[in-house]
């Protein structure tokens, strides 16, 4: 790992990488802080943006967009009581009352603080946990990267929120998307005699239009609605904790960034989740639970530190093995294949100095997106006042340009148009658009690994399912299959006990 | 009803935007006479993604087309469709030699014989193109881990024949190269895909990584992929190349056996490579095809392009006219009669 350190600190203080880097987190700041823009949104709209920089460059600005967005949806969320992203809707229940006593800039001091500390212990696990992980997934086989897939595919159902029958016809829909292109044997499958379709269905122009194009015809279709006139409050208090608060928080801050970094790692729980389960560690701790909710310090930085952990956390899994940690990093994905870099062992070996330049500089955003929090946070509440109607033709250009730019191919156009109107009717039936990128992700990848897998155990005259339990790692993985099957009731369990107390958070959706 | 309005409105602009990006032909300027071409800006359309061999291979060409034209020479990446958009662009451009394009064998003739993609092809053959000239000639070898049982291609053979099992990890699946010298290997050893096992549609790193990690007992892949062994795995095992399905001793891999000189019947004259040539569309002008080929040659000889092929791990093989289309021909041949797609 050391001796690629050099190589990574050369490419990180080039004028590209910190141009790149303060783009990205300024950038981010901006998206997350605007209701309706998220991570996911702002990078997807953004990817074909970078395809003319270098590889460092464009991917560091990418993964500093996705921690900056996430810490900037909280400023919203303190100022406004509206989530800039769907990551801060937790922050809302004790970062509005804060700001309405008049400590609102204490409140997103707070923020920033938690945020800075969880994003920084991520980049921390990142730096340490995604290289041994790499050089361990040299021992995996095609039947580790299939049950690897499958993992990833039952944990749709905790993706899937209130209502799992959803998810499970967002997952399917994504499966069955998947399977448009080249079947394991090279041979074409569902491409009605479509040349553009041959490819498959790219990933890029999916992502724009599940994401953005959608959100166009969601704000088109709000604006006959009358709009509930959000109080912006006064900026007042101390930015800093006081020596004593920090000691006070500090092992809340820790604990919630390591469990943050946990949820990052699995497949498609991101932020959202982890500032929930944040609260619920908050609340567990606190000798004062009836306090929540009233304005106190630890509701804002519990779930600040567990959803800025998360980013980094949900890097892992996406540079090691080529699984998405939670849809904002399965966005990512996109980024890295355009600049053609395959998740896995190559990242950490042959192109090690982009890698660790974007793991070190994605430690130094999580540092100067506190640096500039501090010093402009509070003129972000500027940016909510942007009226949507100059917002939406701006995102439907960007979106139709970005879906061509990727590979000069008008099918992906039509792609994102498709995807877009699917999208707008999946959002107003209430069914989540993240899971269908997952399986989108998934789905091909676990039918090229079991073809390939079949054609391994032949050679020992098994057929694949015989040949899985003659492996002592995907023994393991089978194990863990079993636990994610549990993990949608735990999760449930969890969110039921906190609208009983809390009643419904009205959050931005989950996108 | 305001509220279905704003709906449909947004979506009109969506699709009036889309529709603004319909295909406009890149080709540029009025069609000159042949005799003053080149005249403008030539762009060739590489059907592959930017950074790959294809690319890497076109842009080389490019630039040594740039020197003895005096012209700009820009690649463009059209992917999709499994290069199938990107080889239907290059037909439908005019024949004025402002718009050319890079094609891969066997991979075109591949995509086109498989039934499967009759309808996405659209009828297209090899002979449709002007296949200007072979560029790029990457031959296929045999590769397995140091520590191997089998430490000659002939142990491997033996083996198969007294009916162990082993399997091959390919990069690409029927149609690939590597699937076919599989393939080729079994039928002339007579022995069936259940015996001599390709691998699936694994990219040829995915199928290194299958041969690091034992699954697979050899992989089939090209010359270029380890003509500098293993600078990238960071382990300590190595590969042995069991042999070069060529004629000719390779210069990037000059201590590999090539099939020929290790003595097995069955295999002599058992030849398969990656090839990739600069084409164009049927009505490519004459005149113009003239002076491509005359540029093409002068770069064939210039010791310049020479060294930079040599660094970038390309085997440069230049066939010009009847000899190109004489090759394709035979790839097309030898997967009609592997009988691959039936």
Known sequence: MFENMAGALSELFTWSSALGLLIGVVGGMIIGALPGLSATMGIALLIPVTYGMRPSA??????????????????????????GTPSSAATCLDGYPMAQKGESLHAIGISTTSSVIGGVISAIALLLIAPPLARLSLNFGSTEYFLIAV?????????????????????????????????ADGSARYTFGVTGLLGGISLIPAMIGLFSVSQVMIQADERGKE???????????RFLPTGKEFVHLIPLILECSVVGVFIGILPGAGGDIASWVGLNIAKSQSKHPELFGTGIVEGVAAPESANNAVTGGALIPLLTLGIP????????????????????????????DITYCVILGFLAANILMGLVGWAAGRYLTMVSKVPIPLL?????????LGSYAASRNITDVYVAVAFGLIGFFFRKYGIPTAPVVLALILGPMSDKYMYQGTRVAMKKDLSFWQYIPTRPLSIFFIILIVLALFAPLVSKAISKSYEKKHGHIDAAEDI | MKKLAAIILSLAMIL???????????????????????????????????GGAMDLSARLTATYLKKYLGVEVSVNNVEGGANWVGYHQILSAKGDGYTLGFANYPGQVGGYLDPSKKDNVKGVTYRDFTNIANIVHDPGIIVVKEDSPYKTLNDLLDAVKAGTKV????????????????????????????????????????????????????????????????????QTDSIRVLAVFDANKQELMPNAPIIDELGIEELKGLYSSSDRGLVATGKLD????????????????????????????????????????????????????????E
């Open chain 1, 58 to 83: 464009a991917i560091l600005m990418l993964a500093a967009i996705y921690t900056a967005a996430v810490y900037g949806g909280s400023i919203s969320a303190i100022l406004i009581h509206t989530p």
């Open chain 1, 151 to 183: 993992f990833g595919l039952t944990l749709i159902a905790s993706l899937a929120g209130d209502n799992m029958v959803k998810g499970l016809i967002a997952g399917t829909f994504g499966l069955v998307v998947g399977l448009v292109g080249l079947a």
């Open chain 1, 227 to 237: 709009a509930v006139k959000k109080e912006v409050v006064k900026i007042s208090g």
């Open chain 1, 325 to 352: 940690g939670s849809s904002t990093a399965a966005v990512l994905m996109g980024g890295l294949t355009i600049h053609g870099l395959a998740p896995g062992f190559e990242l950490f070996s042959k192109y090690a």
């Open chain 1, 392 to 400: 939406i033709p701006c995102i439907a250009v960007l979106s139709l």
């Open chain 2, 16 to 50: 009036s935007l889309a529709a603004c990006g319909g295909d406009t032909p890149a080709s540029s300027g009025a069609s000159g006479e042949a005799a003053a071409w080149p005249k403008g800006n030539i762009e060739i359309i590489v059907p592959f993604k930017a």
């Open chain 2, 167 to 234: 399997t091959i990890s390919t990069g690409g699946a029927k149609g690939s190269d590597d699937d076919t010298l599989v393939r080729l290997i079994g039928r002339a050893i007579g022995v069936t895909d259940k015996d001599l096992i390709p691998g699936g549609n694994e990219n040829d790193a995915e199928a290194k990584n299958l041969l690091l990690n034992g699954e697979v007992d050899a992989q089939a892949c090209n010359v270029s992929n380890y003509f500098k062994t293993y600078e990238s795995t960071g």
């Open chain 2, 286 to 341: 004459a005149a113009v095809l003239a002076k491509i080929v005359e540029a093409l040659k002068k770069t064939e000889a210039d010791p310049d392009f020479q060294k930079d092929a040599k660094e970038q791990g390309m085997g440069i093989h230049m066939l010009f006219g009847d000899d190109f289309t004489k090759f394709i021909d035979g790839v097309e041949t030898s997967f009609k009669e592997l009988k691959i797609f």
